[in-house]
């Protein structure tokens, strides 16, 4: 669509709040796409949504700031980049999508009795005595050796994608409810930090509630998954006291549950991706967008950035700018380790299962019980992997349309 200095264009509803004396923070709720704008760029906005054409903009914005204003360009990254106008010369640009995130159905109140400051003092109550227990006594607490639960390697892995999954979900779900308690929609879907696959909740109409209110949505999944840890130990206590003894193949699991939950834990402090505690950090320190500045900072110190990312970088707030400097180091060191580990360790060890398991399928007939073992277990190692490599494509298509849509002749 041609945008020229006489269009007059129609905006989507646009949510605009706040954010100090000179920004605010604009956007739409039904694609949780929002950017930080300066206070005069809002009566630009105003202006747009009266009617008058770009250029009628253009003269009323010169006057009233006392300097000529670019309305054109301001229109075309608004369009472009975060499809913000709805209609050209009342023609549709970009749809309307309906506002509706997951589990909607599920009343708000219920997310503020999970969440409640008297819920939240429970979860880390629990937490705490499944450590206390730990220290006490030093058995209970996991281990690696705990990660195989089963003398059967496929019982083992199957054990570990579903409890593993199921516990990823919850802890997602924790998010997801935390967010509800707000009133703010949210999805869960699968993704990637780096190269690790995970499951993920879109929260982005967060940013439209106070900075102090967002914190018990980061921090829910880690509440939940503290929780289950602390449930699990005592539930471990429970049977060696012989107040609720289990059979004692279920012992294993209990242990696997229990790791796994602290791994999770664990993972949030990895804020050198988008984490819990990221979030909970960038939020602290008010950062809009750290993780992507600090990139973006990187690149610059690499490559010859576009001029679209130079204007970003230009706008990037002082405070966090200095947060940048030293952040930056964190981030280089997380991701270079993290990498390390995958092709170092990770993928040549999975690889060595996989050919392993090969040789032993073609000692047997493919009607065996071996064979058919073998099959489900290779396909239980791959499934992080095809995960991984379904994101990592997801993520490089939406970044290639975004330029495409960008850098249109």
């Known amino acids: 669509m041609e945008l020229t200095s006489t269009s007059v264009v129609e905006l989507h509803t646009l949510i605009k709040k706040r954010e100090s004396d000179e920004e605010f923070l604009v956007g739409r709720a039904d694609t ?23 250029k009628q903009a ?31 010369d009342g023609k549709v640009v970009s749809e309307k999508q309906e506002e509706r995130g997951q589990f909607s159905w599920i009343p708000s109140k219920w997310g503020q009795i999970a969440f409640h400051p008297i819920s939240n003092m429970f979860y880390v109550l629990l937490f705490i005595i499944g450590i206390v227990i730990c220290v006490m006594n030093p058995g209970y607490f996991p281990s690696f050796n705990d990660i195989i639960p089963s003398t059967s390697l496929s019982i083992s892995f199957v054990s570990i994608v579903i409890i593993g999954w199921m516990l990823l979900f919850i802890h997602e779900f924790a998010h997801l409810l ?9 999805k ?22 106070p900075r102090k209110q967002r914190y018990k949505v980061f921090l829910a999944g880690m509440l939940w998954d503290g929780a289950m840890f602390g449930i699990g130990i005592v539930v471990l ?25 602290l791994l999770s834990i664990a993972f949030q402090f990895m804020f050198f991706m988008e984490t819990d505690i990221y979030y909970v950090f960038s939020n602290f320190f008010k950062c809009n967008n750290l993780l992507q500045n600090t990139r973006l900072t990187l690149r610059n110190k690499i490559k010859r950035l576009e001029p679209s990312q130079l204007e970003v970088l230009q706008h990037i707030a002082p405070r966090e700018k200095k947060i940048i400097t030293w952040y930056i180091w964190f981030y280089m060191m997380g991701c270079g380790i993290a990498i390390s580990l995958f092709f170092m360790f990770t993928l040549p060890q999975s690889l060595r299962v996989i050919s392993m398991t090969f040789e032993k399928m073609n000692q047997n007939t493919i009607y065996s019980a071996a064979f058919l073992d073998g099959v489900l277990f290779i396909c239980i190692i791959l499934i992080p992997f095809a995960v991984l490599l379904y994101s990592w494509i997801t993520t490089w298509n939406t970044n290639r349309k975004f330029k495409m849509k960008n850098f249109q002749p």
């Open 237 to 261: 206590l429970m049977h060696h006291s012989g107040m609720m003894p289990l059979h004692e193949s279920l012992i294993p699991f209990v242990r696997f549950f229990n790791l796994s939950q």
């Open 32 to 54: 949780g796409v929002y950017m930080i704008l300066p206070s005069f760029a809002l009566k630009i906005l105003d202006l747009l949504d009266s009617g008058v054409n770009i």
């Open 188 to 209: 869960i879907g699968v993704g990637h930090r780096l190269v690790f696959p995970v499951a993920e909740t879109d929260i982005s109409n967060i940013v439209t509630v």
């Open 58 to 88: 253009s003269i009323l914005a010169e006057k009233e700031m006392g300097e000529p204003v670019d309305v054109l360009d301001f229109v075309q990254q608004i369009m472009q980049e975060y499809e913000f106008v709805h209609k050209v």
């Open 178 to 186: 935390a967010a509800l308690s707000l009133n703010v929609q949210s």
